[in-house]
């Protein structure tokens, strides 16, 4: 069983930085791509960066482009976002999520959330 849990999240002024960080554990995490999604107040779910397996790859939903970079550390079982520059249209609760390798992005688990809130 695989489980994310997110940490990191906070109320930061507009052009302030915030760093999340989500835990993983359960089977090997570098079989895993590792993604970010964020869910603002009545809106959808939306992609915002994803890292795979082995770290070399990474990409970005064109609004946080410049600003957020995602990395993770396999010997960590850890998967980071710096957010950087950070507008109030940032705030969301900010998910992480695991899709096993050749799934094509198949998001199959789900961290609880965090939550992040930029104030102007």
């Known amino acids: 069983q695989v489980q994310l849990v997110e940490s990191g999240g906070g109320l930061v002024q507009a052009g302030g930085s915030l760093r999340l960080s989500c835990a993983y554990s359960?089977?090997?995490?570098?079989?895993?791509?590792m993604g970010w999604f964020r869910q603002a107040p009545g809106k959808e779910r939306e992609f915002v960066a994803v890292?795979?397996?082995?770290?070399?790859?990474?990409d970005y939903a064109d609004s946080v482009k410049g600003r957020f970079t995602i990395s993770r550390d396999n010997g960590k079982n850890t998967v980071y976002l710096q957010m950087n520059s950070l507008n109030p249209e940032d705030t969301a609760v900010y998910f992480c999520?695991?899709?096993?390798?050749?799934?094509?992005?198949?998001?199959?688990?789900w961290g609880q959330g965090t939550q992040v809130t930029v104030s102007s």
């Open positions: 999520a695991a899709a096993p390798v050749g799934t094509s992005g198949k998001y199959s688990y």
């Open positions: 359960g089977r090997t995490f570098n079989k895993y791509d």
């Open positions: 890292v795979r397996w082995s770290g070399g790859s990474t």
